[in-house]
C-alpha cells in the first residue's frame, strides 16, 4: 500500500494546532522534527540517547509529518488541511512559513521507520514514558512507566506542554482526589492521575478518535478502573466536583471555559493549564485571575508556558 506524507514546515506555536488538523484529517500520528532535539541536554542514564541527523532537521521552525492512504480522496483532504492551517490564523497563531509539499511512501518502508523516533524517556521525578515495543527496566522502586503506542496515541508524550502538566500533577494529586481532564487526547495525563493515586479520573475529549485512543491506553496501562474516558465538548454538562482539573490545549480554548473549571473545583482544588505558548501568557493568566484564581505556581519549558492556579 502507498502513503502519502505530507510536511509542513511552520512554527513551535502552532504545533499542537497543526498535530490537531493532520489527526483530524485521519493521520495516524505525527511526527515532529525539531532543531531543538539537536542540542537538547538528555540525561544518560535512561537509555533514550541515539544519534540524530542534523540533515533531518530545518535550521528554524519546526517541520510536522504525517502519513495518509494514496486513496481517491486525497487531494480532498490535502486542500482542507492546507484551508484548516490558514485558518489559524484567524486565531491570531503564527502558522510561520507553512510550506507544505508532499511525497509518496512505501507502506513497507514506513512500518518499521517511524520507530526509530521513539525511545523510553524520563520526563519528571516518578515517570518515564516507554513504547510498546520497548523492553524497559525501572531503575528505581518508586518509578512511573506509562506505556504508550504512538502509532495509535497523539505523540509520545514528550511535548513539553505534556511534560509540564504531568509534573504539576505530581505536585497537586492526592491519594483518593477526583481528577478531570480536559481535551485527553492519548490520554497520558489521566493515566498519570491514576497512577499517582486518584481516586476517579474523568478524561474528556470531543474528538472520536481521541476517545478510542484513549480508551486503549486507559487498558494498556491497567488504570481503566480509575479512568472513564467519554466524548464531550470541554466541561459542557459536567457537575461534578474535582480537586484537580487539567487541560493541555490551545491557549484561547482554555479561556472559553476558565469560569466553568472555576465553578466545578472543590475549595482548594487546583486547575492546570498547559498549551500556552510564550506570546499568550499574560492573556491566560489574566483570564484566570479574572475567574478568581491565584497563580500557585507558573512553569516554563522552551516556548511554552503552563500554570498552576487553586481556587482559594
Known sequence: MKWSEISIHTTHEAVEAISNILHEAGAGGVVIEDPFELTKERETTYGEIYQLNPDDYPEEGVIIKAYL???????ETVEEIKQAINNLMLYNIDIGRNKITI????????????????NPVKISERFTIVPTWET????????????????????????????????????????????VDVGTGS???????????A???????????????????????KVHDVVTVSQNNLLDRIDEQADVIVANILAEIILRFVDDAYRLLRSGGVFITSGIIQTKKQEVKEGLLRAGFTIEETL???????FIAKKQ
Open 300 to 306: 516554563t519549558m522552551e516556548d511554552w508556558v503552563a
Open 187 to 197: 490520554g497520558i495525563l489521566s493515566i498519570a492521575a491514576a497512577m499517582l493515586g
Open 69 to 75: 492512504p494514496v486513496n481517491s480522496f486525497l487531494g
Open 136 to 179: 524497559y527496566e525501572p531503575v528505581s522502586s518508586d518509578e512511573l512507566i506509562i506505556e504508550l503506542d504512538p502509532g495509535m496515541a497523539f505523540g509520545t508524550g514528550t511535548h513539553p506542554t505534556t511534560v509540564m502538566c504531568i509534573q504539576a500533577l505530581e505536585k497537586t494529586v492526592k491519594e483518593g482526589d477526583t481528577v
Open 103 to 118: 511525497s509518496e511512501v512505501n507502506e513497507e518502508e514506513w512500518a518499521t521507520a517511524w520507530k526509530k523516533y521513539y
Open 199 to 221: 481516586k476517579r479520573v474523568h478524561a474528556l475529549d470531543l474528538d472520536p478518535v481521541a476517545v478510542e485512543s484513549a480508551k486503549l491506553n486507559v487498558k494498556l496501562n
